[in-house]
């Protein structure tokens, strides 16, 4: 019969789970959605298609897709951090791919992996199967795909409204990010590398495993995602024209010499605080300190 003989077929195709967060960027894959689903099913792709309910709800989904060929994350950077804590409660042989669709605010793991703008080009992509071994970051109990920090300016992603995020884009972390300043206090850290002991009163910690944090595209220029290293960049204590000079170096890309500027590459790293300080992850919250921070597991990305 014409309808079995469907079902069958339908069966017999390679499977895909699209999972989007309509709430991500400026909200505008509500209006490609038949686009991406049309050029996934003529790539041989059975579609699967799941709204997501909340960040936990995206979590949860992702744990559950053991079997399809390959998840899609509709989102930012956020999204992602969640399906790949999801993906991470899987066993390893039982992970699909993850394919990006990057309709975020800042989208810095897909500027990373030097993925296409464009929906129906990101889609092209993701149909076409190149794999990317990539590193994941573990901190804690949690992972992250792109940076965990904490100090200056992290808790921003976090706390912007989402209505806002939605109105304004990037920005609205600048803004909300000038309206940390005032009440940011520093924090001491204490770590080894190398065999040499620092105790720093610090203004930001970031550990990147990709090059962009917050749009910021040039913050770690040319940082691998799959040298099984993350990039720990400790910026000291100081007065506020130093601490600019240095934040305009870092976001301009040029690398300068600085007592106040601590960077190098670690595969793990253990830190310490004078108090518990939140970390963010990817624009998620994260664990508070202590921290064991490290280049974890590595993830099958398309690319
Ligand atoms: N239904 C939902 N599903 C998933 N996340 C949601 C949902 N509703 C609101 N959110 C919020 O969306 C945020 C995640 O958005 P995401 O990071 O994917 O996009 P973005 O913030 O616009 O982009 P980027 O992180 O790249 O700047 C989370 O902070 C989460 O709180």
């Known amino acids: ?6 079902i069958v077929k339908g069966l017999n195709r390679k499977r895909l789970c699209l999972v989007y967060n309509p709430y991500a960027g400026r909200r505008k894959f509500n209006y490609q959605f038949d686009t991406v689903i049309r050029i996934f099913q003529d790539s041989g792709y059975e579609v699967l298609i799941h709204r997501t309910g909340s960040p936990q ?7 559950e897709c053991s079997e399809v060929d390959t998840l899609v994350i509709a989102g930012g950077d956020g999204s992602i951090h969640r399906a790949v804590n999801g993906l991470m409660k899987l066993p390893p042989g039982k992970r699909p791919r993850l394919g990006i669709l990057p309709v975020g605010t800042a989208n810095d793991l897909a500027y990373s992996l030097n993925l296409p703008k464009k929906i129906p080009e990101a889609c092209q992509v993701i149909a076409k199967g ?48 000038l309206e940390t300043l005032p009440s940011f206090r520093p924090f001491r850290i204490e770590f080894t590398h190398r065999g040499q002991h620092y105790e720093e009163e610090v203004l930001l910690m970031l550990a990147l495993n990709g090059m962009s944090v917050g749009g910021l595209r040039k913050l770690v220029p040319g940082a691998s995602l799959t040298d099984g290293f993350l990039d720990l960049v400790i910026i000291r204590q100081s007065g506020w024209p130093e601490t600019l000079r240095l934040f305009l170096g870092l976001l301009t890309g040029e690398r300068m010499a600085s007592e106040r500027l601590i960077l190098f590459q670690t595969a793990e790293v253990r830190l310490a605080t004078d108090r518990p300080v939140y970390s963010d992850l990817d624009g998620e919250w994260g664990p508070k300190s202590p921290w064991v921070i490290r280049s974890g597991p590595k993830i099958d990305v398309l690319h």
Request: glycine share 8%; charged share 25%.
């Open 57 to 63: 709800d995206l979590e949860a989904v992702a744990a």
């Open 1 to 6: 019969m014409e309808g079995e003989s469907l």
């Open 130 to 177: 190149r794999i990317l071994e990539m590193d994941v970051g573990v901190i804690n109990d949690r992972y992250f795909v792109n940076v965990a920090s904490a100090g200056l300016l992290t808790d921003v992603s976090p706390t912007v409204d989402i209505r806002v995020k939605n109105a304004l884009g990037q920005l609205a972390y600048y803004l909300r990010g």
